[in-house]
């Protein structure tokens, strides 16, 4: 007699649904990526010219991508990454480097909205008055820190480090002793 399957709460995707969040969370997490790159371009450029011209065009471009861009792909790949790690076999608790990622990115989107946006955009009030750049950390310091985490997030969706959870070793076990013990029929 076959044991009894547990119905799970949340239904496994299907693999051309996996495929398709997928790409979408790939294609953002890369977009996401690329943007705080350029964030970066623009922070530096504003910090070390003497231009105020271009010290102007810097922030305000950057004003553009954190207004427009920015929350959105956060959002997105939060989101499809949400939908990957339920909808999947890798689940959100039962790896380490799954949970990391979730934990990591719920802090980068958070900081995105409360900390990188509002220091844009006083670097960008302060710069439109004709004033200086107040503080180059304001322009500098968020996509320092986003782009340190995008790419230890990256590396670590390649090599999958750490193992499982507790959790997870728990939600193996009965699996692995399934498939250990004869089928007595």
Do not use: C
């Amino acid at each position: 007699m076959k044991p009894k399957q547990k119905s799970h709460p949340i239904p496994k995707l299907g693999r051309p649904a996996r495929r398709a969040v997928l790409v979408v969370h790939v294609t953002t997490s890369a977009s996401w990526l690329g943007l705080t790159l350029g964030l970066l371009a623009l922070g530096t450029t504003a910090a070390t010219t003497g231009s105020a011209v271009t010290v102007e065009a810097s922030v305000r471009a950057m004003q553009l991508f954190a207004d427009w861009l920015l929350l959105p792909v956060a959002l997105l790949t939060l989101l499809s990454g949400l939908v990957l790690s339920l909808g999947t076999a890798w689940g959100l608790a039962r790896h380490r480097w799954v949970y990391t990622k979730f934990w990591l990115t719920l802090a980068t989107t958070t900081a995105t909205a409360f900390a990188l946006r509002p220091g844009v955009n006083s670097a960008v009030t302060a710069v439109a008055a004709g004033g200086p750049l107040p503080d180059a950390g304001d322009v500098l310091f968020g996509p320092v820190v986003s782009l340190s985490a995008y790419v230890f997030m990256t590396v670590i969706s390649v090599l999958k480090p750490w193992g499982p959870t507790r959790r997870g070793r728990r939600l193996r076990a009965p699996a692995r002793r399934a498939l250990k013990t004869p089928d007595p029929a």
